[in-house]
């Protein structure tokens, strides 16, 4: 019988590493059966084979062709299910779907990246794309925050986001340990005297809702302008693809208009942070 081949049939992806990030989240290395290449911002459909599937925005360098990443968390049935898979199980993709940054018109700005909890997943793949023309760019700084120093994902690359001399690196945790020298603090307390002309400047936000709606209203208060303002929102998704109508946000459909929108676009939709 010929393969079926259609937008909603997976190709396959064998998991060749499996990365612990902190106790609730994981990443996962996936080698497609076929060439995979996304642009940074844009998501996937990772699928568990007999049980369904869930959106996921690749947190690995879009450079790379051979192998991409996913960060994980765990917080219900699917998720649970991924956090159980094992090195050298097939899973399914679909994508990449939707749109993602626009790298080209951040250039020559100055850049503010904000992230929350596993929210720095998506903002990964866009600190290695600006990392790869990094001259490209005035400044960047990236802010981060996580509940506790535990949940911090890839602390094992903070010195790496340092390296570049025009990069700043700001950390912060809700709640701290007896080791943490750090912030502490809601990541909003990282964005006191940021040096950027923020008028000028782009930011970049993903996080949980509520941090995207804190860190926006401060960012306003700053002087940000809302056209510069970028978001990645998050909705429940089915098709992926423009076609079901599940992913609605006013009158977009974050699938196929997002997941990236600035914050002039959306600001109008009553549930825009729900
Ligand atoms: C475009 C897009 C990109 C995404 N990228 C990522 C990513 O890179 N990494 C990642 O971990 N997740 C990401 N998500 C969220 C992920 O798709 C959901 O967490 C997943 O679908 C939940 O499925 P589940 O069956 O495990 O949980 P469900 O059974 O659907 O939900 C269980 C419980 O968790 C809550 N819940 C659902 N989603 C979230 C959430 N995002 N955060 C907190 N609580 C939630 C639900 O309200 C419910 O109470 C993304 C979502 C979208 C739309
Ligand atoms: S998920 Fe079907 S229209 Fe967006």
């Known amino acids: 019988m010929p393969k079926m081949n259609s937008i ?11 990365i612990e990030e902190t106790p609730t989240i994981k990443t996962l290395v996936l080698k497609p059966e076929e060439e995979f290449s996304f ?10 084979p007999g049980k369904g599937e ?7 360098d879009p450079n790379k062709k051979e192998e991409f990443e996913v960060t994980i968390m765990k917080v219900g049935r699917i998720t649970a299910l991924f956090h159980q898979a094992k090195v050298g199980q097939i899973l399914g993709l679909r994508g990449p779907l939707g749109k993602g940054y626009p790298l080209d ?12 909890g596993v929210g720095l997943a998506p903002l990964r793949s866009l600190i290695y794309a600006l990392f790869s023309r990094i001259e490209d760019f005035k400044k960047i700084i990236i802010c ?25 690196l700001r950390l912060t945790v809700d709640k701290a ?8 603090g809601v990541v909003t307390t990282l964005l006191d005297n940021l040096p950027l002309n923020s008028s000028q400047a782009v930011s970049v936000v993903c996080g ?10 401060k960012l306003l208060e700053s002087g940000f302008l809302e056209e510069n303002i970028y978001l990645s929102m998050e909705k429940n998704m089915s098709c992926g693809l423009g076609k079901c109508g599940h992913c609605r946000l006013g009158r977009f459909y974050v699938c196929k208009d ?12 009553e549930d825009i942070w729900d």
């Open 39 to 48: 642009s940074t911002g844009q998501f996937i459909e990772l699928t568990y």
């Open 54 to 60: 869930a959106p996921f925005t690749p947190s690995s």
């Open 105 to 116: 018109s951040f250039v020559g700005k100055e850049l503010l990246i904000v992230g929350g």
């Open 208 to 217: 949980p809702p509520i941090m995207m709606k804190f860190t926006t209203w």
């Open 258 to 269: 997002g997941p990236v929108f600035k914050y002039s676009e959306i600001k109008d939709i």
């Open 8 to 18: 909603y049939t997976p190709k396959q992806a064998v998991i060749t590493k499996i």
């Open 144 to 168: 981060y925050g996580a509940k506790t120093p535990q949940d911090i994902v890839y602390k094992y690359q903070i010195e790496e986001f340092k390296k570049p001399e025009n990069v700043e």
């Open 177 to 184: 340990d007896q080791n943490w020298q750090g912030n502490v």
